[in-house]
């Protein structure tokens, strides 16, 4: 019998935003994948979780991906959960997502909050068209080119930045 990968929004700053299907699932999961095991130690602690976890995040992705898939071939489930919003949206999650189908292992999607959704929504901005670019480019030359790409833009479009960088990318802009 094989076990399954789940997909669970975790709340964007708000423990109340947490939907009782995410919580039962994370009781109900042999182990949580998770991008920083630090952060969601206080989301299990919040709800009195106890589970095992294993970190995975970019730069151990390739080799604990690997030893997920097999886990869950061998019976477990597991869910990924990320530091906030949805796993597999400008994250490290996808790549395991894409592991799962290759390995053809059942991946179930438990909704969460999703924050560009979520900023898009309270914006004020244009909703029924736009575009999600996710990250820029750390690279200043591959940064231009992509800004150059979509310049004539005319729908809304959403980037994720971190805080740190923000004064720097909206020079670029």
Same mark, same amino acid.
């Given at each position: 019998?094989?076990?399954? @990968?789940?997909?669970?929004?975790?709340?964007?700053?708000?423990?109340? &935003?947490? /939907?009782?299907?995410?919580?039962?699932?994370?009781? $109900?999961? &042999? #182990?949580?994948?998770?991008?920083?095991?630090?952060?969601?130690?206080?989301? @299990?602690?919040? #709800?009195?979780?106890?589970? =095992?976890?294993? $970190? *995975? *995040?970019?730069?151990?992705?390739? +080799?604990?991906? +690997?030893?997920?898939? /097999?886990? %869950?071939?061998?019976?477990?489930?597991?869910?990924?959960?990320?530091? !906030?919003?949805?796993?597999?949206?400008?994250?490290?999650?996808? &790549?395991?997502?894409?592991?799962? *189908?290759?390995? !053809? %292992?059942?991946?179930?999607?438990?909704?969460?909050?999703?924050?560009?959704?979520?900023?898009?929504?309270?914006?004020?901005?244009?909703?029924?068209?736009?575009?999600? +670019?996710?990250? @820029? /480019?750390? /690279?200043?030359?591959?940064?231009? =080119?992509? @800004?150059?790409?979509?310049?004539?833009?005319?729908?809304?479009?959403?980037?994720? +930045? !971190?805080?740190?960088?923000? !004064?720097?990318?909206?020079?670029?802009?």
């Amino acid at each position: 019998m094989n076990g399954k @990968l789940y997909v669970v929004g975790t709340p964007i700053g708000n423990l109340g &935003d947490f /939907s009782p299907r995410a919580i039962e699932t994370l009781e $109900s999961v &042999d #182990f949580i994948a998770a991008e920083d095991t630090r952060v969601t130690l206080k989301i @299990l602690n919040h #709800f009195g979780i106890k589970k =095992e976890m294993v $970190s *995975y *995040y970019e730069h151990n992705k390739r +080799e604990r991906g +690997e030893v997920i898939c /097999s886990r %869950i071939q061998n019976g477990e489930s597991c869910a990924i959960v990320t530091d !906030a919003g949805m796993p597999a949206i400008s994250d490290p999650g996808e &790549d395991l997502v894409k592991l799962c *189908y290759e390995f !053809a %292992i059942e991946v179930v999607s438990v909704p969460g909050p999703t924050a560009f959704a979520t900023a898009l929504a309270i914006s004020g901005m244009e909703t029924g068209r736009f575009t999600f +670019e996710g990250f @820029l /480019s750390v /690279s200043k030359k591959s940064r231009f =080119e992509h @800004l150059e790409e979509i310049k004539d833009e005319k729908r809304t479009i959403i980037f994720y +930045e !971190a805080p740190h960088k923000l !004064a720097n990318t909206l020079c670029d802009l």
